[in-house]
């Protein structure tokens, strides 16, 4: 963790505001690449993660964009409303769990709303390394949408779609005519709503698409825990300890106050950090992280929200 300072703070759309972050000693940063993201300790207790949307050679500056969200737990309101140019905020490492694969020869990027923020990365990144690529940027309105004049000014711009429920016809996103013809050389990106991913995700399945051509990123997921799932016990087999989960209670929690390490981030089975081999047993995945065949593979779970179909859950720790 380090501090950066604040040196602009910009309204990009209704209700989006982006943030420089940079050294406050004029440093250069950390390196990133694209689809990697940062954890703002906004205050203590409040970490949130945002994708660095900035081109992933630029050293001497991080940005993020943040949705102020009506229904968010306190994150984006408190990004909106008590960070201010000037302050400085302690953020972790760039960390990337939405790599790019190098190898394919063409790439489908599709972003609905603030999920434009990782395929902007991604875009300055196949732009400068001369890789085919189409951005599709979905949305209800253009004054919703974070960084349309950037991207028509960019030297990509032939390659960024828009496509706006508002608009004519002839814009809106054709899926059928996008996603018909799945070639092994071709990968997909999506960031935006569920619905939104589901939609896109759904479409190319059914199309055909491969399952490891479809890369996601959820940037947030309803709280599924609730008081009438079941209990379980989770068997920590390196430790032989046996400690109960009640319902209502997630597994991450009952971890820590047990005074067991788990890192953990975004807390809603997003992010990915909090993943733990799992031995033995049936993990109930509720997740957005893994993919289908990780889930199946049944080996590791995220504690923060996944449960236990069987009555015991045995992990590597
Ligand atoms: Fe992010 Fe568990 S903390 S997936």
């Given at each position: 963790?380090?501090?950066?300072?604040?040196?602009?703070?910009?309204?990009?759309?209704?209700?989006?505001?982006?943030?420089?972050?940079?050294?406050?000693?004029?440093?250069?940063?950390?390196?990133?690449?694209?689809?990697?993201?940062?954890?703002?300790?906004?205050?203590?207790?409040?970490?949130?993660?945002?994708?660095?949307?900035?081109?992933?050679?630029?050293?001497?500056?991080?940005?993020?964009?943040?949705?102020?969200?009506?229904?968010?737990?306190?994150?984006?309101?408190?990004?909106?409303?008590?960070?201010?140019?000037?302050?400085?905020?302690?953020?972790?490492?760039?960390?990337?769990?939405?790599?790019?694969?190098?190898?394919?020869?063409?790439?489908?990027?599709?972003?609905?709303?603030?999920?434009?923020?990782?395929?902007?990365?991604?875009?300055?990144?196949?732009?400068?390394?001369?890789?085919?690529?189409?951005?599709?940027?979905?949305?209800?309105?253009?004054?919703?949408?974070?960084?349309?004049?950037?991207?028509?000014?960019?030297p990509f711009a032939n390659a960024v779609h828009f496509h706006l429920d508002d608009g004519p016809t002839s814009q809106r996103l054709d899926l059928p005519q996008l996603l018909g013809t799945p070639?092994?050389?071709?990968?997909?990106?999506?960031?935006?709503?569920?619905?939104?991913?589901?939609?896109?995700?759904?479409?190319?399945?059914?199309?055909?698409?491969?399952?490891?051509?479809?890369?996601?990123?959820?940037?947030?997921?309803?709280?599924?825990?609730?008081?009438?799932?079941?209990?379980?016990?989770?068997?920590?087999?390196?430790?032989?300890?046996?400690?109960?989960?009640?319902?209502?209670?997630?597994?991450?929690?009952?971890?820590?106050?047990?005074?067991?390490?788990?890192?953990?981030?975004?807390?809603?089975?997003?992010?990915?950090?909090?993943?733990?081999?799992?031995?033995?047993?049936?993990?109930?995945?509720?997740?957005?992280?893994?993919?289908?065949?990780?889930?199946?593979?049944?080996?590791?779970?995220?504690?923060?929200?996944?449960?236990?179909?069987?009555?015991?859950?045995?992990?590597?720790?």
């Amino acid at each position: 963790m380090h501090k950066i300072k604040v040196n602009r703070k910009l309204k990009e759309a209704e209700g989006i505001t982006s943030f420089e972050l940079v050294s406050p000693a004029g440093d250069e940063l950390p390196a990133f690449t694209a689809g990697a993201h940062i954890d703002i300790h906004i205050r203590p207790g409040l970490v949130r993660q945002y994708s660095l949307c900035n081109p992933p050679g630029e050293t001497h500056r991080y940005v993020i964009a943040v949705l102020n969200e009506p229904t968010s737990r306190g994150g984006s309101k408190a990004m909106h409303d008590s960070i201010e140019e000037g302050d400085l905020i302690t953020i972790g490492l760039p960390r990337n769990l939405f790599e790019l694969d190098g190898g394919a020869e063409h790439y489908l990027l599709f972003a609905g709303g603030i999920g434009i923020t990782p395929m902007l990365a991604m875009a300055h990144h196949l732009y400068a390394q001369g890789k085919s690529f189409a951005l599709h940027y979905c949305g209800r309105t253009a004054a919703r949408l974070a960084f349309v004049q950037q991207l028509r000014h960019s030297p990509f711009a032939n390659a960024v779609h828009f496509h706006l429920d508002d608009g004519p016809t002839s814009q809106r996103l054709d899926l059928p005519q996008l996603l018909g013809t799945p070639s092994p050389s071709q990968q997909l990106y999506i960031c935006g709503p569920t619905g939104f991913m589901d939609f896109v995700l759904n479409e190319a399945r059914g199309r055909g698409w491969h399952e490891d051509a479809l890369h996601r990123e959820y940037f947030s997921a309803p709280v599924t825990t609730t008081a009438q799932d079941p209990a379980f016990e989770v068997e920590l087999r390196q430790s032989q300890r046996v400690i109960a989960i009640p319902a209502a209670r997630t597994v991450l929690e009952m971890l820590l106050e047990a005074g067991v390490e788990v890192a953990s981030s975004c807390e809603q089975g997003v992010c990915g950090s909090c993943l733990i081999p799992v031995l033995e047993g049936q993990p109930d995945h509720r997740d957005q992280f893994l993919t289908a065949q990780e889930r199946q593979a049944n080996n590791c779970f995220t504690p923060c929200c996944s449960r236990s179909f069987s009555p015991r859950l045995v992990l590597d720790l």
